[in-house]
């Protein structure tokens, strides 16, 4: 059973960064996905197993960077310009198929519990 473990979320101001962190050791594709109050989970980003290969919704796409350090079994989420409509619960998540990203949920084999961000405007 892989145990992925998130970090990093906390509360920050609309315009502000943060880094989230996933540790999860294993060969893995890795994805970001959130999830708002009323609202279901949907996908920011996904990341392969080598790194060069990244994937982003629209929604964020130029204020979020995914990258991976696969030394320290750790895949990050650098969010920056954050705006109130950030705030959610975000989720990491790891995909058996290591090279091949994916944006859906059921793609995705093992899950963290989440790390809250809440953006106050």
């Known amino acids: 059973q892989v145990q992925l473990v998130e970090s990093g979320g906390g509360l920050v101001q609309a315009g502000g960064s943060l880094r989230l962190s996933c540790a999860a050791s294993g060969r893995y594709a890795m994805g970001w996905f959130r999830q708002a109050p009323g609202k279901e989970r949907e996908f920011v980003a996904s990341?392969?197993?080598?790194?060069?290969?990244?994937d982003y919704a629209d929604s964020v796409q130029g204020r979020v960077t995914i990258s991976r350090d696969n030394a320290k079994n750790t895949v990050y989420l650098q969010m920056n310009r954050l705006q109130p409509e950030d705030t959610a619960v975000y989720y990491c998540?790891?995909?058996?198929?290591?090279?091949?990203?994916?944006?859906?949920?059921?793609?995705?084999?093992?899950w963290g519990q989440g790390t809250q961000v809440t953006v106050s405007s």
């Open positions: 998540a790891a995909k058996v198929g290591w090279n091949s990203m994916s944006r859906l949920e059921s793609s995705y084999n093992y």
């Open positions: 990341i392969a197993w080598i790194g060069t290969s990244t």
